[in-house]
């Protein structure tokens, strides 16, 4: 079993709609969870963090834990196609984050 | 932007030779990570340093190598490159537990 597992898409959704990105995490000790976005060619660029249960809201970007059935998501509301990108779930057991493979989103217009 | 560089952006290296890439951490942070990225994969840890000390280490072999300055800033080292090497080298610095990316060194091994 990996450590992180994400659904590896493509996903299309189209522009106005939601996206819903899910991930499942092995490690049981597991605190903190953050989900990172990553252009083609760039570096990953954080958006949300999460340490509790439950829900956090952040503009158009609301990410929930369920640390019990140990997963956490991302919802992008009213998706745009700038939001078009390669989403990354991280986790972070330790002093390392463990990423899952990322989810590639397309935004169509 | 992060605050946090990288150089070289590019280079391109033969098989055996060595490798050392370079980042500078956000000003504040005293802790930094190297990941490698392969094509299509999620990053992959390599070590963290904090206040100069290797804190934690990936599954890499030890021709892979590390140091960070009093600075904050830090380098790692490659040597005996292989092609497998060939990935996105990824710097992220943090003070507590959010880690923030540099733009990354892709590394290209011929």
Not at chain 1, 18 to 35: H, K, V
Not at chain 1, 46 to 61: A, P, Q, T, V
Not at chain 2, 59 to 66: I, K
Request: glycine share 8%; charged share 15%.
């Amino acid at each position: 079993q990996k450590e992180v597992e994400q659904n590896s898409g493509p996903l299309s959704v189209p522009e106005g709609a939601i996206a819903s990105l899910n991930c499942t995490y092995s490690d049981r000790g597991s605190q903190s969870f953050f989900w990172y976005r990553q252009y083609s060619g760039k570096s990953p660029e954080l958006i949300m963090f999460i340490y509790s249960n439950g829900d956090k809201e952040d503009g158009r970007f609301t990410a929930q834990l369920n640390k019990a059935s140990q997963y956490v998501s991302l919802l992008i509301r009213d998706s745009q196609p700038s939001d078009s990108a390669t989403y990354l779930c991280a986790v972070n057991p330790g002093e390392k984050l463990t990423f899952g493979t990322g989810t590639r989103l397309t935004i169509i217009p | 932007e992060t605050g946090v560089t990288q150089s070289p952006t590019h280079l391109i290296k033969t098989r055996g030779q060595q490798v050392t890439l370079r980042c500078s951490s956000q000003s504040g942070h005293n802790t930094v990570s190297w990941y490698q990225q392969a094509l299509g994969q999620g990053p992959q840890f390599i070590f963290q340093y904090y206040r100069e000390e290797e804190n934690g280490r990936g599954n890499f072999p030890p021709r892979f190598s590390g140091l960070q300055f009093p600075n904050y800033s830090s380098e790692l080292n490659v040597n005996a490159l292989e092609l497998d090497d060939s990935a996105l080298y990824l710097c992220a610095s943090s003070r507590q537990e959010t880690q923030y990316f540099g733009p990354g060194t892709r590394l290209l091994v011929l």
